[in-house]
């Protein structure tokens, strides 16, 4: 179908990209640690081992379970002052998650 593994990836890549931000799961608003000077940046990589079919969908899954059990440092602010805090002084804070967007495959058979 594709030329090349490359183009197979980026279309992928694209596809979980669109599905995750789009949908709007994932607060961006919570990730914002200072307006318009300090975000956390959020990046999943994923590993395929060997695919049978719908990968997608196992894709999907995967970066959204990434996601739900992620934890990133709390960061405390004051005035224009970050001060991120390390995993001994205060528990890390889960993504918010505020809906989980589900790929599902299907097929039409004719003659079926």
Do not use: K
């Not at 961006?28 to 990046?43: P, T």
């Not at 081992?49 to 059990?69: E, F, R, S, T, W």
């Amino acid at each position: 179908m594709f030329h090349r593994q490359t183009q197979w990836t980026t279309l992928m890549s694209r596809h979980l990209l669109q599905n995750i931000r789009d949908s709007g799961c994932v607060d961006m608003e919570s990730l914002c640690i200072l307006a318009y000077e300090h975000v956390w940046e959020i990046s999943v990589n994923l590993h395929v081992v060997d695919y049978d079919g719908n990968i997608l969908d196992c894709a999907n899954l995967a970066a959204l379970c990434a996601l739900a059990h992620f934890r990133y440092p709390a960061v405390t602010v004051t005035g224009t002052d970050v001060h991120v805090h390390s995993l001994t002084e205060r528990n890390p804070q889960p993504i918010r998650i505020l809906h989980y967007p589900i790929m599902i495959s299907f097929a039409l058979f004719e003659n079926g």
